[in-house]
Structures are given as structure tokens and as C-alpha cells.
């Protein structure tokens, strides 16, 4: 059996991934694929409690260090659990967050060395990747305004979790580290603008998730 696809969401705060997320996996199971769409932090018992300890805004004094190894221990849980077992039954998985963020968020956010920060998700993934990850971006001001103002989410409505009450060069820091990674990898990354309406910015990922989809199919088995 094929290995199933491993597509993951990013973005900064109030970038749209909670809303993007269901209707890509629509559009994906409309196209004939068996889609796994879940989250992280979270996606397993373990994980979810992690995610409850990360966002909650009880713990401002949490270290960047422990912020950092939190992060990778649900993942590491996350990607024994979940993606790998469903990659390898041919599902196609598609996850909100993953390694990206961490780079993102955790190093260049919280100034981390990035490349200490790489190596501890190294080790709790096996050093498994994306085969596409969608970048939705957004100015860091118009992102948090989204974030604070949603409902259904962890944190109190106009403030946000923890992670979502950082100042605004915190954030811009995550933006301009999202945009460097994918400068850095542009064969996995697809930029998306996130402005606009719900269903502009529908369109444009879906173009170009379905032009990742025909270039794979294009592409040639692996010898051997």
C-alpha cells in the first residue's frame, strides 16, 4: 500500500488555520483521499493534556526551555500515535501545527538557537516532515485581533491563551521566522495570503494544494 500524505497547516496567531483546516479536509475527501484531520499540541490523550499546560495563561512563568521540550514531548507522542500508523495505512493526514511552529514560535520567537530547537524535534519525530505545508500568512496585528476575538477556543474571549497574549514584536518575530523557513525549504512550503474573506482564501490554498497533489502524482515511484 502507498504511504499516505502528510499535509500540515501553519501560521501566525489568527492566521485562519482553525477555519481553513475543515474545509481543505472536505475539499481533500471530495477528491477521493481518506483524510485524517487533526491538531497539535494535542491529537492523543497525552497530548491534549500537554496542550492544556502550554495554553494555559496560569503559567506565564514557564521557561522558553520548557516551553520548547513540552512541545516536543506531545509531538513526539503525536507522531508514534497517530501520524505514522495512519501514514502508513495510506491515509492522508493532515495536521494544524507541527515541527514548523516550533521554529518558528520557540526559536525565533522566543530566541532560542534554532538549530537546538530543530534538533530536539529531530529526535521526538524521527526526523519525519511534511510533504506540504501551507503557510497562511498574515500581519501580526490583524492575526491577534482574529485570535483574541474567537470563541471555542482555550483562553477568555478578547485576551486569548497564553501563548496569544505575547506583545506584538513576539509575533512579528514568529511571522518573519515562518517566512524564513520557507525561503529556506520552497519545494515543501506554499506561502498563502490570509487576507481577505473566508472563501477568497479558501480558493487560493486549495489551488495550491491541488497543484502539490498533480505534481506528486507526476512524480516517479522511488526505485527499489
Known amino acids: 500500500m502507498p504511504r499516505g500524505l502528510?499535509?500540515?497547516?501553519?501560521?501566525?496567531?489568527?492566521?485562519?488555520?482553525s477555519t481553513q483546516g475543515p474545509l481543505l479536509a472536505e475539499h481533500l475527501r471530495r477528491s477521493g483521499l481518506d483524510?485524517?484531520?487533526?491538531?497539535?499540541?494535542?491529537?492523543?490523550p497525552i497530548g491534549e493534556r500537554i496542550?492544556?499546560?502550554?495554553?494555559?495563561?496560569?503559567?506565564?512563568?514557564?521557561?522558553?526551555?520548557?516551553?520548547?521540550?513540552?512541545f516536543a514531548a506531545a509531538r513526539a507522542q503525536f507522531v508514534r500515535e497517530v501520524v505514522s500508523p495512519a501514514l502508513a495505512?495510506?491515509?492522508?493526514?493532515?495536521?494544524?501545527?507541527?515541527?514548523?511552529?516550533?521554529?518558528?514560535?520557540q526559536?525565533?520567537?522566543?530566541?532560542?538557537?534554532?538549530?537546538?530547537?530543530r534538533w530536539v524535534n529531530e529526535v521526538a519525530t524521527g526526523g519525519l516532515l511534511p510533504d506540504l505545508t501551507?503557510?497562511?500568512?498574515?500581519?501580526?496585528?490583524?492575526?491577534?485581533?482574529?485570535?483574541?476575538?474567537?470563541?471555542?477556543?482555550?483562553?477568555?474571549?478578547?485576551?486569548?491563551?497564553?501563548?496569544?497574549?505575547?506583545?506584538?514584536?513576539f509575533y512579528g518575530r514568529v511571522r518573519a521566522g515562518f517566512l524564513q523557513l520557507a525561503?529556506?525549504?520552497?519545494?515543501?512550503?506554499?506561502?498563502?495570503?490570509?487576507?481577505?474573506?473566508?472563501?477568497?482564501?479558501r480558493r487560493r490554498v486549495i489551488e495550491a494544494v491541488d497543484r502539490f497533489l498533480r505534481e506528486s502524482r507526476e512524480r516517479p515511484e522511488p526505485a527499489g
Open 6 to 17: 502528510f499535509l500540515t497547516l501553519e501560521g501566525p496567531e489568527g492566521a485562519g488555520k
Open 107 to 117: 526559536g525565533f520567537g522566543r530566541g532560542l538557537d534554532v538549530a537546538v530547537v
Open 51 to 70: 496542550r492544556g499546560v502550554l495554553l494555559d495563561e496560569a503559567h506565564r512563568e514557564m521557561a522558553a526551555e520548557t516551553e520548547m521540550l513540552l
Open 35 to 44: 483524510v485524517l484531520s487533526t491538531r497539535e499540541p494535542g491529537g492523543t
Open 183 to 201: 525561503r529556506e525549504s520552497p519545494q515543501r512550503f506554499a506561502v498563502i495570503d490570509a487576507r481577505g474573506d473566508v472563501d477568497e482564501v
Open 134 to 169: 501551507v503557510l497562511l500568512d498574515i500581519e501580526p496585528t490583524a492575526g491577534l485581533a482574529r485570535a483574541r476575538a474567537a470563541r471555542g477556543k482555550e483562553g477568555a474571549v478578547g485576551r486569548g491563551d497564553r501563548l496569544e497574549q505575547e506583545a506584538a514584536a
Open 89 to 105: 495505512r495510506g491515509v492522508t493526514v493532515l495536521s494544524d501545527r507541527y515541527v514548523d511552529a516550533s521554529l518558528a514560535y
